[in-house]
């Protein structure tokens, strides 16, 4: 069973930075696009950032110039370093990944993941 573990959340003041990480677990074959969203109170999910399995990466206007996105290919990973952090950058920040994974009947196949979400809170 697949699963993607996100940790690194947390209370920061503004100006502030954090970095996120988001472990990708399971029967995994590849990994294609790792993003990352985020919801604000009463607000959609929206994207953040992406990155493909090459490394191409994509932002938000609100968060370019200050977001990072990377991924380590070989450990599953994805991270989001976050900076110069705004109270308007609180919000629940989700993992979301494609990944082709093997499964008990030993097929293989792709779907889209989501993690559990950690909270990131900018406040003073």
């Known amino acids: 069973q697949v699963q993607l573990v996100e940790s690194g959340g947390g209370l920061v003041q503004p100006g502030g930075s954090l970095r996120l990480s988001c472990a990708a677990s399971?029967?995994?074959?590849?990994?294609?696009?790792m993003s990352w969203y985020r919801q604000a109170p009463g607000k959609q999910r929206a994207s953040v950032a992406a990155?493909?399995?090459?490394?191409?990466?994509n932002y938000a206007d609100s968060v370019k110039g200050r977001f990072t996105i990377s991924r380590d290919n070989v450990k599953n990973t994805v991270f989001l370093q976050m900076n110069s952090l705004k109270p308007e950058d609180t919000a629940v920040y989700y993992c979301?990944?494609?990944?082709?994974?093997?499964?008990?009947?030993?097929?293989?196949?792709?779907?889209?993941?989501w993690g559990q979400g950690t909270q990131v809170t900018v406040s003073s």
């Open positions: 399971g029967s995994i074959f590849s990994i294609g696009l």
């Open positions: 979301n990944a494609d990944i082709d994974a093997y499964y008990s009947t030993g097929s293989r196949r792709a779907d889209n993941y």
């Open positions: 990155i493909t399995s090459g490394g191409r990466t």
